[in-house]
């Protein structure tokens, strides 16, 4: 340990350690996450048999799905060196208006399918414009993006709270059968937000791993000088990171709203660290320049796993849900810190 | 604090009085200031330094040369404690250091100039040159005696900047005078510079050299990597040369000449460094620049540049020449001029658009700031500039794999593991993995900015044979050199800038050292051919 820390201190440029330790700190840095997820499942299923029911289990997926498709988002603003404290905020202001425009389109005569699907489509505008303004003011406004979205996260708070005039916006029950089935069906015995979560996973990992977007959302995360002397608009990827946020988070939007079919100030709220915890759990960089997707999944399920865990038993409270997750927050970064080279 | 006074040295009468060095051998160990012995250091199963005994003496200037990777950096960090031997023992004044540690070096007066810079950007110049050594009265820092003592070593080291300002805002030749300032806050035995000149002016670094050898002659054994020989030879007392982790020859510095240096070194001499010049003069410009400025860096600058040319930037430090083609580039903005591409005027809006649509490409003098980033591997670095050639959307890995181990014949880089960050591997081959980048491009126009800073005689003379060969293929080439032998050795014409402005452009005899530093430092006025 002693010698690892001191290859850090002393940047010299060839590797000190011996080759055992550096495998496995390498090893466990990466599969970390899903060793961590197994050991969940097995003390889960230890602690109840009826943790592995398929009941359970698909009831886990469909509630990572939300904070899932969010971190996959931020999977990509974190590797390109940035952050969004926004989309807890974006994701109440997205599901207000949705709610507001079906039940307007509803009430003036449209179709109720129409009107879902009106619903929908607004929701999505709303999240990628969301996007770029965060992605503007944080590249051509040159503010720092801890303190954009610091920003836009109480504007998108207070709209929500505006609009719903201090209360709840509440979908019309009409409105919410017709929309029902997009949370609560399944497909092939799998709910619909899972297959979601699924198709945006391999998205977000193709695009992180195969493409020159991808590529050059590391480039500019690690080292946004040497991206600019490699041709790389450094501002166009900054700014699309930021879109593919908000597209994220409207989707996971879409998802919601016909769960609980209202929307109020205190939707949302603390989903911004839930999102960049669960990135952060998966292994990637909060620093920026490398990130996984799979592995912002992997942090969303064991933030999820841990609360449904301790629903199922009673040896630890419900109420150390927060304590046990910022145990395995700390674990994470402890395994991230002593695998790391200069 | 006891450890306040400025070098002031107690030297070992008996060595004070012998004044013929026996500066290398086994039983010279016992004598020197500080001295190695058969020191081995294996990283893995790759040995870097294989049994060096070498002691250095007190009042003497003991020179390290050897090509990149030969094992200078890696034998003084050993001395100064920061890195363990695998074998061998330290010696300091005749005994055995017993587990030499950085502290433990660093009180017995050992201080290590690093080549590169350690200091806290964001502290001011006072609070980093007593970092870790602050003055204390009570609880509370003692600001003035700092500040004195700060004000003596940085005005004896001819550093004329700001205690108050931070350092990140420091030019990078006054950081280097800090860091050196810093190391002479502390009483010091030994002085051991890595590389001190790479980033200094000529004036700069002469203040330099008058420092050393004024410690020298205070009795600071004094021990000094460079890569550059001419002032080896100038400063040095002895010369070591390591080649491949191995001692090769200590001399006195009167009976080694620079010729023998490079043979020792490298086994080839000086005059087979620059391949010959061959250009006919009669060709086209391919690009021509009027009147352009860069605020604050460029005022007014014209030239232009012919196909196959070499054509080479000459001045100080600061004289414009990097902001100059980072303007032309689309790097940075400009506020006038125009630009003529094959005779057809042309805006760069950024330098994507310059690189792609006009072919030209931009080396930057910073490696590691600006060429590469240092935690990918090299086929990743290497594909960045040219990843549109290997998929517009997807990259083909296939593809860029197949380019890259080609790309690594070309340029015989050396890789031992091709997953390793390319912050492993040695200056020279990371100046490969830059050149490979920017010839993935394919480009017409390529700028070479300080091509060969820091890196090894061996890998300089590639280069020089390679930017010749893409001349010869008929690309033109811009090299900015503060190295006045690589300006004049390469160049088939030189423009010299002083002052953000061009004041002469010199063609055949005229390229001299004395003429391109006549115009340089102003002593000649304006003159254009």
Same mark, same amino acid.
């Given at each position: 340990?002693?010698?690892?820390?001191?290859?850090?201190?002393?940047?010299?440029?060839?590797?000190?350690?011996?080759?055992?330790?550096?495998?496995?700190?390498?090893?466990?840095?990466?599969? @970390?996450?899903?060793?961590?997820?197994?050991?969940?499942?097995?003390?889960?299923?230890?602690?109840?048999?009826?943790?592995?029911?398929?009941?359970?289990?698909?009831?886990?997926?469909?509630?990572?799905?939300?904070?899932?498709?969010?971190?996959?988002?931020?999977?990509?603003?974190?590797?390109?060196?940035?952050?969004?404290?926004?989309?807890?905020?974006?994701?109440?202001?997205?599901?207000?208006?949705?709610?507001?425009?079906?039940?307007?389109?509803?009430?003036?005569?449209?179709?109720?399918?129409?009107?879902?699907?009106?619903?929908?489509?607004?929701?999505?505008?709303?999240?990628?414009?969301? @996007?770029?303004?965060?992605?503007?003011?944080?590249?051509?406004?040159?503010?720092?993006?801890?303190?954009?979205?610091?920003?836009?996260? @109480?504007?998108?708070?207070?709209?929500?709270?505006?609009?719903?005039? /201090?209360?709840?916006?509440?979908?019309?029950?009409?409105?919410?059968?017709?929309?029902?089935?997009?949370?609560?069906?399944?497909?092939?015995?799998?709910?619909?937000?899972?297959?979601?979560?699924?198709?945006?996973?391999?998205? /977000?990992?193709?695009?992180?791993?195969?493409?020159?977007?991808?590529?050059?959302?590391?480039?500019? @995360?690690?080292?946004?000088?040497?991206?600019?002397?490699?041709?790389?608009?450094?501002?166009?990827?900054?700014?699309?990171?930021?879109?593919?946020?908000?597209?994220?988070?409207?989707?996971?939007?879409?998802?919601?709203?016909?769960?609980?079919?209202?929307?109020?100030?205190?939707?949302?709220?603390?989903?911004?660290?839930?999102?960049?915890?669960?990135?952060?759990?998966?292994?990637?960089?909060?620093?920026?320049?490398?990130?996984?997707?799979?592995?912002?999944?992997?942090?969303?399920?064991?933030?999820?796993?841990?609360?449904?865990?301790?629903?199922?038993?009673?040896?630890?409270?419900?109420?150390?849900?927060?304590?046990?997750? /910022?145990?395995?927050?700390?674990?994470?970064?402890?395994?991230?810190?002593?695998?790391?080279?200069? | 604090?006891?450890?306040?006074?400025?070098?002031?040295?107690?030297?070992?009468?008996?060595?004070?009085?012998?004044?013929?060095?026996?500066?290398?051998?086994?039983?010279?160990?016992?004598?020197?200031?500080?001295?190695?012995?058969?020191?081995?250091?294996?990283?893995?199963?790759?040995?870097?330094?294989?049994?060096?005994?070498?002691?250095?003496?007190?009042?003497?200037?003991?020179?390290?040369?050897?090509?990149?990777?030969?094992?200078?950096?890696?034998?003084?960090?050993?001395?100064?404690?920061?890195?363990?031997?695998?074998?061998?023992?330290?010696?300091?004044?005749?005994?055995?250091?017993?587990?030499?540690?950085?502290?433990?070096?660093?009180?017995?007066?050992?201080?290590?100039?690093?080549?590169?810079?350690?200091?806290?950007?964001?502290?001011?110049?006072?609070?980093?040159?007593?970092?870790?050594?602050?003055?204390?009265?009570?609880?509370?820092?003692?600001?003035?005696?700092?500040?004195?003592?700060?004000?003596?070593?940085?005005?004896?080291?001819?550093?004329?900047?700001?205690?108050?300002?931070?350092?990140?805002?420091?030019?990078?030749?006054?950081?280097?005078?800090?860091?050196?300032?810093?190391?002479?806050?502390?009483?010091?035995?030994?002085?051991?510079?890595?590389?001190?000149?790479?980033?200094?002016?000529?004036?700069?670094?002469?203040?330099?050299?008058?420092?050393?050898?004024?410690?020298?002659?205070?009795?600071?054994?004094?021990?000094?990597?460079?890569?550059?020989?001419?002032?080896?030879?100038?400063?040095?007392?002895?010369?070591?040369?390591?080649?491949?982790?191995?001692?090769?020859?200590?001399?006195?510095?009167?009976?080694?000449?620079?010729?023998?240096?490079?043979?020792?070194?490298?086994?080839?001499?000086?005059?087979?460094?620059?391949?010959?010049?061959?250009?006919?003069?009669?060709?086209? *410009?391919?690009?021509?620049?009027?009147?352009?400025?860069?605020?604050?860096?460029?005022?007014?600058?014209?030239?232009?540049?012919?196909?196959?040319?070499?054509?080479?930037?000459?001045?100080?430090?600061?004289?414009?020449?990097?902001?100059?083609?980072?303007?032309?580039?689309?790097?940075?903005?400009?506020?006038?001029?125009?630009?003529?591409?094959?005779?057809?005027?042309?805006?760069?809006?950024?330098?994507?658009?310059?690189?792609?649509?006009?072919?030209?490409?931009?080396?930057?003098?910073?490696?590691?700031?600006?060429?590469?980033?240092?935690?990918?591997?090299?086929?990743? *670095?290497?594909?960045?500039?040219?990843?549109?050639?290997?998929?517009?959307?997807?990259?083909?890995?296939?593809?860029?794999?197949?380019?890259?181990?080609?790309?690594?014949?070309?340029?015989?880089?050396?890789?031992?593991?091709?997953?390793?960050?390319?912050?492993?591997?040695?200056?020279?081959?990371?100046?490969?993995?830059?050149?490979?980048?920017?010839?993935?491009?394919?480009?017409?126009?390529?700028?070479?900015?300080?091509?060969?800073?820091?890196?090894?005689?061996?890998?300089?003379?590639?280069?020089?044979?390679?930017?010749?060969?893409?001349?010869?293929?008929?690309?033109?080439?811009?090299?900015?050199?503060?190295?006045?032998?690589?300006?004049?050795?390469?160049?088939?014409?030189?423009?010299?800038?002083?002052?953000?402005?061009?004041?002469?452009?010199?063609?055949?005899?005229?390229?001299?050292?004395?003429?391109?530093?006549?115009?340089?430092?102003?002593?000649?006025?304006?003159?254009?051919?």
């Amino acid at each position: 340990m002693n010698s690892a820390q001191a290859v850090d201190a002393n940047s010299d440029r060839r590797p000190q350690t011996e080759p055992g330790w550096r495998t496995f700190a390498k090893g466990a840095q990466t599969l @970390g996450p899903v060793i961590a997820l197994l050991l969940l499942v097995l003390i889960g299923f230890s602690l109840n048999p009826n943790f592995l029911s398929w009941n359970n289990l698909s009831n886990v997926l469909t509630r990572s799905a939300f904070i899932g498709i969010i971190s996959v988002g931020g999977t990509f603003v974190i590797v390109t060196g940035q952050i969004d404290l926004s989309v807890g905020a974006m994701a109440a202001f997205i599901a207000s208006l949705m709610i507001i425009v079906m039940n307007h389109l509803a009430q003036s005569g449209w179709s109720l399918t129409a009107a879902v699907i009106a619903g929908m489509v607004s929701g999505l505008v709303v999240g990628l414009a969301a @996007g770029v303004v965060n992605g503007l003011l944080a590249t051509k406004g040159r503010i720092d993006s801890f303190i954009v979205t610091l920003g836009t996260m @109480g504007i998108f708070r207070s709209l929500v709270t505006f609009v719903a005039n /201090g209360g709840t916006l509440t979908l019309n029950s009409n409105v919410r059968e017709a929309y029902r089935p997009v949370f609560y069906n399944s497909w092939l015995n799998i709910p619909i937000p899972v297959w979601v979560l699924a198709v945006v996973v391999i998205i /977000g990992t193709i695009a992180l791993t195969k493409t020159r977007f991808g590529r050059y959302c590391r480039a500019v @995360g690690s080292n946004s000088e040497v991206a600019h002397y490699s041709a790389i608009r450094v501002t166009h990827i900054r700014i699309i990171a930021f879109i593919v946020q908000g597209f994220c988070v409207a989707l996971a939007t879409l998802l919601y709203v016909p769960r609980l079919g209202s929307a109020s100030s205190s939707t949302g709220v603390l989903w911004e660290l839930e999102a960049i915890t669960a990135v952060v759990v998966g292994g990637t960089a909060l620093r920026g320049g490398s990130g996984r997707v799979w592995g912002s999944i992997a942090g969303a399920l064991i933030l999820t796993l841990i609360g449904n865990i301790l629903n199922l038993t009673s040896i630890i409270s419900v109420y150390l849900n927060g304590a046990v997750q /910022g145990i395995i927050i700390l674990g994470a970064a402890l395994l991230q810190r002593s695998s790391r080279t200069r | 604090m006891p450890g306040m006074e400025v070098c002031t040295p107690s030297m070992p009468p008996d060595i004070q009085s012998s004044p013929e060095p026996a500066a290398s051998g086994a039983e010279a160990v016992e004598f020197g200031t500080l001295g190695g012995q058969e020191i081995s250091k294996s990283f893995g199963p790759v040995a870097v330094l294989k049994s060096i005994t070498l002691s250095f003496l007190p009042g003497r200037i003991h020179a390290i040369v050897g090509e990149n990777g030969a094992g200078k950096s890696t034998f003084v960090k050993i001395l100064a404690g920061i890195i363990k031997p695998s074998s061998g023992q330290i010696f300091f004044r005749g005994k055995q250091v017993e587990n030499p540690t950085l502290r433990l070096m660093e009180d017995l007066g050992v201080r290590l100039i690093h080549q590169e810079l350690n200091l806290a950007n964001d502290l001011t110049v006072l609070e980093n040159i007593f970092l870790g050594r602050e003055a204390v009265k009570g609880p509370f820092l003692d600001e003035a005696p700092m500040r004195r003592k700060a004000r003596e070593v940085l005005a004896r080291v001819g550093a004329n900047v700001d205690l108050d300002r931070k350092v990140g805002d420091l030019r990078i030749s006054e950081k280097q005078l800090t860091e050196i300032a810093k190391a002479l806050a502390q009483e010091a035995t030994v002085l051991i510079l890595d590389e001190p000149t790479a980033v200094l002016t000529q004036r700069e670094a002469d203040r330099l050299f008058q420092i050393i050898e004024q410690f020298a002659k205070a009795g600071v054994a004094i021990i000094y990597i460079s890569h550059r020989l001419e002032e080896v030879k100038r400063l040095a007392h002895h010369i070591t040369v390591l080649r491949d982790g191995q001692l090769v020859a200590t001399r006195n510095a009167g009976e080694i000449s620079p010729d023998e240096i490079v043979r020792l070194m490298v086994g080839r001499s000086l005059q087979d460094l620059f391949p010959k010049k061959a250009y006919s003069r009669d060709q086209k *410009n391919v690009m021509e620049v009027r009147n352009l400025s860069v605020p604050g860096h460029v005022t007014d600058a014209s030239f232009g540049l012919k196909k196959g040319e070499i054509l080479g930037f000459a001045g100080l430090v600061g004289a414009g020449r990097t902001e100059l083609f980072e303007g032309i580039m689309g790097l940075r903005s400009i506020s006038s001029g125009t630009i003529f591409r094959d005779g057809k005027q042309v805006k760069f809006s950024d330098y994507p658009h310059a690189l792609r649509a006009f072919r030209a490409a931009y080396l930057p003098e910073d490696r590691k700031g600006k060429g590469l980033v240092v935690s990918f591997d090299a086929r990743t *670095n290497y594909s960045l500039l040219a990843l549109q050639r290997f998929g517009a959307c997807f990259v083909n890995q296939a593809t860029e794999r197949a380019s890259f181990l080609n790309a690594v014949e070309r340029f015989q880089i050396k890789i031992p593991d091709r997953s390793m960050p390319v912050s492993r591997l040695s200056g020279g081959n990371q100046q490969k993995v830059v050149l490979a980048k920017i010839f993935a491009i394919d480009p017409e126009i390529i700028v070479f900015d300080e091509p060969t800073r820091g890196i090894d005689v061996g890998t300089k003379a590639q280069i020089y044979r390679l930017i010749a060969a893409m001349a010869a293929e008929g690309k033109s080439c811009v090299v900015i050199s503060s190295e006045l032998l690589e300006i004049i050795g390469l160049c088939h014409r030189v423009i010299v800038m002083r002052a953000s402005r061009i004041v002469a452009s010199l063609e055949g005899d005229e390229i001299s050292e004395d003429e391109i530093m006549m115009y340089a430092t102003g002593v000649k006025q304006a003159h254009l051919s």
